[in-house]
């Protein structure tokens, strides 16, 4: 009896061993999946961001420092910083960097709304065809257009002027904006507009009041982006100014040298330019994350 | 009270300010960030102030960049630089499109006879100055002493190629980290292709014949290349075919290499011993020679000009009569010491003997400028001037091309002879296309 009343109590122990294995097992599976992905993760990002971090460490370097053997070990010193500082007006350059960045943004942002707007609700079939021709603007090489547009800037005066590089970055922003914009605002159900039409907003207000507030991570990420790409642009920046409007780009081309060595104070200057926009992104990295991932899950 | 008293006069003194700045013009000046050029931006402060009425405005930028946003500049009329950064190549090809203002006029005080003779012959046009030479160079031979002196080398007045490779075997050391040799493997028409011109000059070749037919596949070009590619193989230094200018300085300057033949203007970074571990031990001799001394070693001068576009070329010629100037070298001799002065422009810098105890390397780099011929490089005739390089438009590209082509064999992803093979029909290409051959 004693056993017989064991026996079952054993197997009931035993299935909850055997169910709780399989718990641990799966746990198990999922701690293990899960620590893989996260290592993974780190890895990816460890790559990407090592050789940012190398630069940061080798503007810390002395010139002999930086071209000898790698190494993490050596004394730190700030000899490239007074050197570049003592070069260069950084603070001018970071201005027009700014001023152009959020500049061009801005401008791009106000173009673009409307027209993904237009494009997004009132759609005819060439929509498509347009999109897709905005974009095919990208694809030609920016130097095919150089002497054209640097002839109109020289005949405009807009050579060497913040105002000329603003309207270049937009030109050249202005698709991608358009694009993200546009699936943005197409995520967005028609009849909430519908609904403030018939309440009698006006297309302006519905613009206003409707579509900007509820798409506004998605534009928020789309401004970010288009701040991003006009900071680190360096072709039309480098070629279309020469001290008045350069930007940090010219800050940084500055200090690369064909005779001597350089690569601590071009890292110590390319630290410096990086470094406000680095802290921009950090700060608004939930926005851009949440507006690159809106509309993802549907 | 007193505040409203004193604001009118503020008002006035800052109107007072802004009336004399408004009468100093501002000139636009281009240039690159070697180590001369940034003494002369350190000394803006001296210019302007005994030029009152002229203000500068730096633009530095990257060599390659700088010459394409002035050629976009120039070629388009743009007048955004009123000074430009050019060199020896540039300056006869830009004067004769007149792009840039002749200096025919320049001041009794800033001594034009002064200047040596190769380096203003280089910067002419029709016989009249079109740039100031800023600095000159040649190239010469660098050895450790120390090494040498293990072996048991004694150099001789004017090596040869085949002692240079003799010496090289014989100072190759790779478990010590010493390559017997560094030279430049880097692809561009100024960095590998300078010293394998110089190479194949002193061979016995040259780029064009008198028509401008192409001459890369003649034997002196396959002997010369043949000869380079074994010599970096067997005693360079690890991926010398990455190395410019610049790396070969960083790998000397470690005591990386026995022997470096390069630019004379590396004498001076390598004799200080603040940026180089071996300067109590350098040695230099004049560039190797092999069939011919003719264009064995280069010629170069980094030289400021006025483009035609500029609205200001007086106050630009004051300023680059000022830079390239006897006072001006002086003024960097005693502000920044007598090795940092920019060597290779004028009679009187050689002359001086600050110059001459300090810098001990100075006589040989005179000697090697004032014997480097533009005119006549090759040993065979050719229709183009330039050492290390052939003076028309189209070479910046071909150059580049065939510099590639010449690493691909040093690198060995092509064996030298289809190296060179590509490098001719390529070369042929660009010149039917520009209109030298039918």
Redesign the interface.
């Known amino acids: 009896m004693t056993t017989a009343r064991t026996k079952p109590l054993a197997s009931t122990s035993n299935q909850a061993a055997i169910k709780e294995g399989r718990h641990a097992a799966f746990m198990n599976t999922a701690a293990r999946r899960r620590l893989g992905l996260t290592v993974l993760g780190w890895t990816i990002a460890g790559v990407i961001f090592f050789p940012i971090f190398w630069m940061v460490l080798t503007g810390f370097k002395t ?2 420092a930086a ?2 053997e790698p190494s993490l070990i050596f004394s730190p010193t700030l000899e490239s910083y007074t050197a570049v500082h ?3 007006d950084y603070f001018k350059f970071a201005m027009n960097s700014v001023v152009v960045a959020f500049g061009s943004t801005l401008l791009a942002l106000l173009i673009a709304i409307p027209s993904a707007y237009s494009m997004a609700f009132l759609p005819t079939k060439r929509t498509k065809g347009t999109l897709l021709w905005m974009l095919s603007t990208k694809m030609l090489p920016p130097v095919g257009v ?2 054209p547009i ?2 109109l800037f ?1 005949d405009v005066g807009l ?2 002027t913040r105002t000329g590089l603003i309207i270049v970055y937009t030109l050249m922003n202005l698709p991608i904006v358009v694009w993200m914009l546009y699936t943005f605002f197409k995520d967005l159900p028609k009849d909430i507009l519908e609904a403030g039409r018939m309440d009698g907003a006006s297309t302006l207000q519905e613009v206003l009041f409707l579509l900007l507030p509820l798409t506004l991570p998605g534009i928020a990420s789309t401004g970010l982006l288009s701040v991003i790409l006009s900071w680190n642009e360096a072709f039309w920046s ?2 279309l100014t ?2 008045n409007a ?1 930007p940090l780009t ?1 800050y940084i ?10 690569w601590a104070k071009l890292s110590a200057a390319s630290t410096m330019a990086i470094a406000p926009i680095l802290v921009f992104g950090w700060l608004t990295q939930k926005q851009m994350v949440r507006g690159l991932t809106f509309g993802a899950v549907k | 009270m007193k505040l409203t008293r004193a604001l009118p006069l503020a008002g006035i003194a800052a109107v007072g300010a802004t009336a004399t700045a408004a009468y100093a013009e501002t000139i ?1 000046v ?1 240039t ?4 001369d050029m ?1 003494i002369m ?2 000394l803006t402060d001296e210019f302007e102030a005994a030029h009152p009425d002229i203000e500068l ?7 390659n ?1 700088l010459r ?2 002035l050629t ?2 120039i ?7 009123d000074v430009m950064t050019i060199g020896t190549y540039e300056a006869p090809i830009w004067a004769e499109r007149g792009w840039l203002v002749p200096l025919n006029d320049l001041p009794e005080d800033y001594r034009a006879d002064d200047l040596l003779k190769p380096v203003r012959d280089g910067l002419s046009h029709n016989g009249t100055l079109h740039a100031l030479p800023f600095y000159g160079e040649s190239s010469m031979m660098f050895y450790r002493k120390d090494l040498f002196e293990q072996a048991g080398i004694e150099v001789s007045k004017q090596p040869t190629w085949e002692e240079v490779r003799d010496w090289a075997s014989r100072v190759h050391d790779p478990d010590n980290g010493v390559a017997g040799i560094c030279l430049r493997g880097k692809p561009g028409w ?1 960095e590998n292709m300078a010293f394998v011109s110089t190479l194949v000059n002193t061979f016995g070749g040259r780029w064009f014949d008198e028509e401008w037919n192409p001459q890369i596949n003649s034997p002196a070009w396959q002997e010369a290349i043949q000869f380079y590619v074994d010599l970096l193989n067997d005693y360079g230094p690890a991926g010398a075919s990455s190395n410019g ?3 070969n ?2 790998l000397f ?2 005591g990386n290499c026995g022997i470096w033949v390069d ?1 004379t ?1 590396a004498a001076g ?1 390598l004799y200080n011993p603040g ?1 180089s571990s071996v300067a109590d031990q350098l040695g230099f001799a004049p560039a190797p020679i092999a069939e011919t001394p003719k264009g064995s070693h280069w010629l170069w001068s980094w030289a400021l000009a006025i483009p035609s576009s500029s609205e200001k070329p007086e106050a630009a010629k004051t300023f680059i009569s000022w830079a390239t100037s006897q006072e001006y070298i002086e003024l960097v001799g005693e502000t920044q010491g007598w090795t940092s002065v920019p060597p290779g422009t004028r009679e009187s810098t050689y002359a001086n003997e600050n110059y001459q105890r300090e810098a001990p390397f100075a006589d040989f780099v005179l000697h090697a400028i004032r014997n480097a011929d533009p005119t006549d490089s090759t040993l065979e005739p050719s229709p183009y001037m330039g050492v290390q390089f052939v003076g028309i438009p189209e070479f910046q590209s071909i150059g580049t091309q065939v510099g590639q082509m010449v690493a691909s064999a040093l690198t060995g992803d092509s064996t030298v002879e289809q190296a060179l093979q590509s490098a001719q029909r390529a070369t042929e290409r660009t010149m039917q296309r520009a209109g030298y051959l039918d």
């Open positions: 010139e002999a071209i000898a003592g070069r260069a150089l002497v640097y002839l020289r050579l060497d480098l070629n020469s001290s350069a010219a081309a500055s200090f690369s040298s064909p005779e001597g060595l350089f | 636009t281009a690159v960030n070697n180590n940034v931006q350190s405005d730096w633009v530095i930028l990257e060599e960049v394409q946003r976009t500049d070629a388009t009329d743009g007048g955004q630089f100024g200018f610049n790396e300085l960083a300057s470690r630019a203007s970074k940026e």
